[in-house]
């Protein structure tokens, strides 16, 4: 059973940084395309980053340039260096992974929170 385990939010005034991590495990083959998630209060879920199994990365245009999204493929671990948080960003950040096993399915971690005071 693949299971995704999110860690590394927590309460940041305004201007800070926090790195999040996933650490995906359970009979797994191989992770093809990881990405970050948030969803605040009243809103509906958004992309924030995302990652191929090669590096290749995408960033949601409110993100850019303080956000950097990575990848440890012999840890199965996904990480997300967040700069300049600004109160904006505070939502529960999800994990998700393309994971194939004996077959593919797309997987979500449990969330952690990110509040950011102003």
């Known amino acids: 059973q693949v299971q995704l385990v999110e860690s590394g939010g927590g309460l940041v005034q305004a201007g800070g940084s926090l790195r999040l991590s996933c650490a995906a495990s359970?009979?797994?083959?191989?992770?093809?395309?990881m990405g970050w998630y948030r969803q605040a209060p009243g809103k509906q879920r958004e992309l924030v980053a995302s990652?191929?199994?090669?590096?290749?990365?995408n960033y949601a245009d409110s993100v850019k340039g303080r956000f950097t999204i990575s990848r440890d493929n012999a840890k199965n671990t996904m990480y997300l260096q967040m700069n300049s948080l600004k109160p904006e960003d505070t939502a529960v950040y999800y994990c998700?992974?393309?994971?194939?096993?004996?077959?593919?399915?797309?997987?979500w971690g449990q969330g952690t929170q990110v509040t950011v005071s102003s």
């Open positions: 998700n992974a393309l994971v194939l096993t004996t077959s593919q399915g797309r997987y």
């Open positions: 359970g009979g797994i083959f191989t992770i093809n395309l």
């Open positions: 990652i191929t199994n090669i590096g290749s990365t």
